[in-house]
């Protein structure tokens, strides 16, 4: 099984900044997900990006996949105090494995 | 749509009891997990199903049994609650053909 490690692990910026936080993985991938989980609350998906795209983007984010260096990044533009939760990146090798972990998140503060 | 459902919400366990948490899901979906989310540790994975009648081991499945009747319902049994389960459970839903999981809200156990 393949865990992707989210950095920082923890980020605090005004509402309206910029937030971007990098996930790092160590084996070849399919595609790599990231989810974010507002306190207390599941995990929820927020965008895919393939091994064969270099950028995503779905409203205020924007996803970047550097598969040489085997990395990816998120960013949210013009952020807002309902975008404070944690957000994980999962990567995944296709094929047949099922057996997915998540790391331990990068918790995003977004301060009014 | 209700999604993943998790029944119990919350529940105070003595150590050395049993019980069942519940998660069902009405998307047709062919994969089920249960993951357990502990302060600093991420999301480990416990058990995961590929269809009805099929499971197996995550990577944390010590003093838990899963069983996978329909394509339904996935529920995660403690067999004897001791402290160390004390934790936040989620249980999660994909479609074979597409990657991203749906989570349930999650179950807060305590095992005291």
């Known amino acids: 099984s393949q865990q992707g490690e989210e950095d920082p692990q923890a980020l605090s910026i005004q509402e309206g900044e910029n937030a971007t936080m990098n996930c790092s993985y160590k084996t070849s991938i399919n595609n790599l997900q990231w989810y974010r989980q507002n306190s207390g609350r599941g995990l929820v998906h927020l965008i895919l990006i393939r091994s064969n795209e270099r950028e995503k983007h779905s409203g205020r984010l924007r996803v970047t996949l550097d598969t040489s260096k085997k990395s990816s990044s998120l960013l949210i533009t013009a952020s807002r105090a309902a975008d404070t939760a944690s957000y994980f990146c999962?990567?995944?090798?296709?094929?047949?494995?099922?057996?997915?972990?998540f790391g331990k998140g990068t918790l995003l503060t977004v301060n009014p | 749509n209700a999604g993943v459902t998790q029944t119990p919400k919350f529940q105070v366990l003595k150590t050395g009891q049993s019980m069942t948490l519940q998660c069902a899901q009405d998307m047709n979906h062919e994969y089920m997990s249960w993951y357990r989310q502990d302060p600093g540790m991420g999301l480990r994975l416990i058990h995961y199903?590929?269809?009805?009648?099929?499971?197996d081991q995550g990577e944390v499945p010590n003093g838990y049994n899963v069983s996978r009747s329909t394509t339904e319902d996935f529920p995660l049994r403690l067999l004897s609650a001791a402290p160390s389960q004390t934790s936040v459970y989620f249980c999660?839903?994909?479609?074979?053909?597409?990657?991203?999981?749906?989570f349930g809200s999650g179950t807060r156990l305590t095992v005291v």
């Open positions: 199903s590929v269809g009805a009648g099929i499971t």
């Open positions: 999660a839903s994909r479609d074979r053909h597409q990657y991203g999981y749906t």
């Open positions: 999962l990567p995944n090798s296709g094929g047949s494995n099922y057996k997915l972990t």
